[in-house]
Every structure is written in structure tokens, then in C-alpha cells.
């Protein structure tokens, strides 16, 4: 479903679901000023999509149901944004990976607020190269584009702007309180219930655009989770012990994404952090960080100015940590 | 000319190079373990990309001249590098971009030291997407990839590698005295010989790619360059007043850049460092940096440990630019 054949769609299907009564074909086609063959095929996509659309002689459609596969037609029916078009949303069943499709789009020239969504990649991918699960009808496996206008330098800036956005969106939906672990793991139960891997394509002085894949785990049961993950990792279904409305759920958090993008671009990183700060678990824990030349312990003490994680060891030394695994130790002298 | 099939005529081409006298097909095919079919098909390539080669009855083939065009073959025959691999070098006539073409070879996993070569770009990128005039046969259009273990926010320490490198082989070829403006300007006669553009393809804790675009104005006339360019830029003909070997150019650059980079890599920033500040032409000067949010006047102070330079303005006030334009006063008032 792409382009003008897509708003289409979109304008057909918002229609139908405003409708109580019967419309007919006739009026559908005069109120968007196309052909009756047109609404006939959009109408067969529909319904190809899963909607029951009853068509009756002389009367006209209705719709009969919601369909809860990810499909643009849910996502955006209701879907309120302030600067990000409804038409740069794509929704597909099953992707090698979103972030292989979005940065081909990014490339293209596609806009900030481009998302690619689908039901199930085949090769998702996490940080630092490492495979990332994502089983058909699961979860909300998506990427988006942003092209912010600072240097590439700043670019973990955004990491917190996009932590936050999600988290606020599951926060919404759940109104449950989720956590946030440095650098931008979301937490639920003390177990990860999202994965973010931001991309980031620049020149010295400038970003030409930012990628970041989320995978978000909303319907697994815990026996879909390997059991080495059963200790880590956790469902939103599992959580609050419902069925995710997933096109709800990721309507809520692109909305929220926005706001918190706006917010960063309007007043800073300051503003960003101040938020995540509230909803972070790490400053003021003993931590463990891994990057890929040292091992540091220590007291989790602030991020700096710059989104580095200041870890002050036992000697009192300062290190500075721009990225890598943290993990927290529990009470129990476990990590998570 | 691709994989295996470029590396055996390759090989062709090095022993008909090698020979003084005539060679024949059965000689070469029995010495590389290929048809005579074979090779008589990669004489025939070798014939098409320019080169004269006699073949003579029952004596058989014989080199009679070299090609001035930019040709694997001529840039490989004597290239000696330590890690970079001489199948790792393209080279085509007209492309749209040699960096479009490496940054694809780079998201297929081709290997550091890969480089894409062109005697036509009909769609060169300068830095901050402006226009490179790239005209067949003139420069030099190439691009290549690296891949190094560092930090992200590290990669404008990559920058001062290949602007060293570049100089380095530029001084081998031409004897003269090339200087550097920060940041990777190369000049001669106060004039802008190269231009770099460096993409980075990133995740926040590690880079995937940096691809270098650069372009070598090599045997332009003062008439081929713009009016409004004839006072900043200039070419390696006009400054020698003769007509540059561009493979030969091209392959010492290819060496030299190498070096630098394994010196990086084994030694450190600070040794790449101090080889930039030996003959660049910014520090102690007067300077004006344009950056995308602000206008700093002041004196150029030195290079800190990040690759940031340092203005230090009227006030006495330190200011930090990682990247931009900055233009030199001349003594005239005038800036380069």
C-alpha cells in the first residue's frame, strides 16, 4: 500500500469506520472525488487486509470489525500527530529487518517521522550486530527516521530522546510505571520489555539521517521466550496479564515520540534529560560496565552535558562511558 | 572486471609487463593454469581497455605501450601495500558517485582498503550535500572504505588520517612542500588541490563504515575550473606544469594512506597528530570558522586531544569546532 493509492485506502477506510449505518459506494466515490471502480478495489484490499465489509444491494458498506494485525488503516484512523505525516507510515507482514527498509527510504529522501512497521522480521537485528527475535504477530518490530540538525558528535543525544518517547507511550497504554536503564533499555518488573538499535549515517558536521529500530515485546507468553532469556526479558502481556492492543499501543508511542523530538529540538537536551532522569534506574547504583577495551565497577554518579554515563570507581576515579553494556547489581548481588 | 576473473588478468597483464620479448598464449596459460581460451579472452579485455598488444605467429604476445586512463591494471602492477588487498581495487569510467558505490560494497561487508576508482562522476558530492565537479579524465574520483575499532564519536580523528595520507603521497609524487587547512583541506600555491568528504555509517558504541570520497584535481587547465573557483582551487598540472601520471599518483596515495592508517591504528591519534601539525597552515592564524548555528572570529589555537580545534576569540574566550568552514586571513585581508 503505497503513496496516493494508500491515502486513498486510509481516506475509504476512516469513512467506513465513521459510519454507524450503511454508505454507499456512490457517495464514498462523490466525497473523495474518485471512481466507483476505485472504491470497489480499495474496498477489496480492505477486506483482504482481514475487515468484514458487508455490502448489501441499494444500501451500500459497512464495517463489521477491527483487525488486530498491524496495519496502517488501525495505526492511523486515530492516530494525532503534530509535524509527522499519517501517509509516511508503511506497514508490512513479513521483513528481513525495518531497518534495512527505512534506511533505504532514508536514503531515498523519505522525511523525519517515516515509519516502517511489520509483523515479523527474519533478520532482526540488535546492538553491536547481535540477532534480535522477532516471531510473527508477537511483538511491534519498527523503525523510523529522524534527521535532526546537530553534529554527529551529539548523536547519543537522541537515544535519550527516543527512550523516553517510548517509554511514555507503554507508560500510556499500561499506565504502568516503566523504567528506564542506561542508555536506553525499557524496563518492566525489572525485565526488558524493549530493544533499541539507533543508526545513525553522517558527514564530520552534519547527520544525514538517524534509524532507530525498536522491538518491542507485547504478546509473547514466557514459554516464547528462550528460557536463558526467561530471566531477562518480559511480555507486556505478561506484565499486565491482557492481550496488547498492539496498533493502539504503537499509535500511542508514536505520538509520544513526537512530542519528546519536538520537545528536544524546541528546548534541548537539558529538557530530555531531566525527564529521563525521573524514570532511570542507574544513576545512583553500583554498576558494571563492559565496553569493548575495559571493565569498569563503580557508583553510577550523572550523566554529563554530553549524554556520557559518569561511573566513579572505588578509588574515587571518574570514567566516562558513552555507550556498552551496563549492567545493575540487585540486592541479591544478581545483575540485571 | 570482477573477482576471479580481474584477478587473473591481472596476472596476464603483470607478465606481459614483466616480459621484454614476446610471450606465448601457451606459456602464460600453463604458468597461471588457464585455458588458452581464457586468456586469449583477457588479452582481448586488456586490448579494449586501451593497451596495444601485438600478437605475432608462433612467437606470440607483446606489450607495446601503457594507458593513461585509471585502470586497475596500471594502478596495481606496482601498488605495494601491507594489509589492503590489490583485488579490493575498482575501477569504471562514468559512475554517479564513487561514495553511492562504496558505501554499497561497504553494507555488503567488502573489507578496509577497498577502493572504487572513476573517471567520470556524474553526480559528486562535496561536503554538506553541495555539487563536486568531477570531469572525465581530469581528476582524480575515488572513494574507500575503512572500518575502524573505534568509538563514534571519535571519527573526526579518521579525518587528519587521510588528510596526512593523501598529503603524504601528493608530497612523494610532486616534491612540493603540500599543506593542510584545517580540517582536511589539502593545498599548494594557497589553493585547494583535493577535497574529502568522509561518511560515517554508525551505531551509537561502534562504527559500521567510513567511507572517504575524495577528489584529486589532477590535470585540469586553469580554463577548466568555474571563474568564480580559479582563485581557490587549483591542479597538480598547473602547479608542476606538467601532465600528471594519475596511476601512478593514485597508487602512492594508496600506499601512503595505508601507512598512515596502521600508524593510527598501532600508535594512536597523538602520532597522526603530530604529523598534521607539521604542515598545516591554520594553527597560530587568524581565523574565521563558519559553523551551522554561529560565526567565530579569533586565533586558531591548537588541536585538542579529540581532533577539535580552538579558537580563541577577541575576549580571550576558547571556543571548540569540530567541523565547518574556516578561512584563513591572508596578510592582504583577504581569506583562503
Known sequence: MKGAAGVMRQKIFEILLEESDYISGEEISERLGVSRTAVWKHIKALKEDGY????V???????????????????????????????NIYTYGSVDSTNIIAKKFAAEGKPEGTFVIAEEQTKGKG????????????????????????????ASEITFVISVGIREG???????????????????DQKK???????????????????????????????DFPEELQQ??????????????????????????????ITYVEKGFAEILSIWEKHNITLGKRVKAVTFDSEINGLAEKID????????????????????DVSLRREDGSYI
Not at 129 to 151: A, C, M, Q, T, V
Not at 307 to 318: A, M, P, R, S, W
Open 305 to 324: 552535558e554530553q549524554g556520557y554515563l559518569v561511573i566513579k570507581d572505588d578509588q574515587g576515579k571518574e570514567h566516562k562511558v558513552v555507550a556498552g
Open 52 to 55: 468484514q465489509i458487508e455490502a
Open 127 to 154: 546492538r553491536m550486530g547481535r540477532d534480535w527475535s522477532s516471531p510473527y504477530g508477537k511483538g511491534i518490530w519498527f523503525s523510523f527516521i529522524l534527521r535532526p540538525e546537530i553534529l554527529p558528535v551529539r
Open 57 to 87: 444491494p441499494r444500501k451500500g458498506y459497512t464495517l463489521k470489525n477491527r483487525v488486530d494485525k498491524l496495519l496502517k488503516t488501525e495505526i492511523t484512523a486515530e492516530l494525532q500527530t503534530i509535524k509527522w505525516s499519517k501517509d
Open 193 to 223: 520489555i524493549v530493544g533499541i538499535l539507533t543508526e545513525i549515517s553522517a558527514e564530520i558536521e552534519r547527520i544525514n539521517y538517524i534509524v532507530a529500530g525498536i522491538g518491542i515485546n507485547a504478546n509473547q507468553d514466557l514459554e
Open 170 to 188: 507503554i507508560k500510556r497504554y499500561t499506565g504502568k510505571d516503566v523504567k528506564i536503564k542506561w542508555p536506553n533499555d525499557i524496563l518492566l
Open 232 to 261: 531477562k526479558a518480559t511480555s507486556l502481556k505478561i506484565c499486565t496479564s491482557k492481550e496488547i492492543d498492539r496498533n493502539k499501543l504503537l499509535r500511542f508511542i508514536i505520538e509520544e515520540l513526537e512530542k519528546m523530538y
